[in-house]
């Protein structure tokens, strides 16, 4: 059974730099594709970024585009989200979830079969 811990979320200012984690534990991350979802207060869930387990290929959000950057170090079973010129419509709690092999429709969530907790990210001078 996999399981996923997000961490590194936390308050910083807009402008500012968070890297959140999602550790793995229970199986290799190596045979899973990951994605990233938030979901801010009164707002429907959103899939921001997503990693292939098949060929690494990366996807991203519109909103987070250019911002965000996902990575994975199967060595550490974990997976990265670098978040860049975070804004205050940034906040929100960032999920991580796993399944496998790999979906056309990530965003959606509805395949994904293992996710973490959540880690609160709030933007805020």
């Known amino acids: 059974q996999l399981q996923l811990v997000e961490s590194g979320g936390g308050l910083v200012q807009p402008g500012g730099s968070l890297r959140l984690s999602c550790a793995a534990s229970g199986s290799s991350l190596a045979y899973y594709s990951i994605g990233w979802f938030r979901q801010a207060p009164g707002k429907e869930r959103e899939g921001i970024s997503y990693i292939s387990s098949r060929d690494g290929s990366t996807y991203y959000a519109d909103s987070v585009k250019g ?11 974990t997976v990265y989200l670098q978040m860049n010129s975070l804004q205050p419509e940034d906040t ?22 293992y996710w973490g907790k959540g880690t609160l990210v709030t933007v805020s001078s």
């Open 67 to 77: 911002r965000f950057t996902i990575s994975r170090d199967n060595a550490q079973n």
């Open 92 to 113: 929100a709690v960032y999920y991580c979830a796993a399944e496998t092999p790999f979906s056309s429709s990530w965003y959606l969530g509805y395949d994904m079969d």
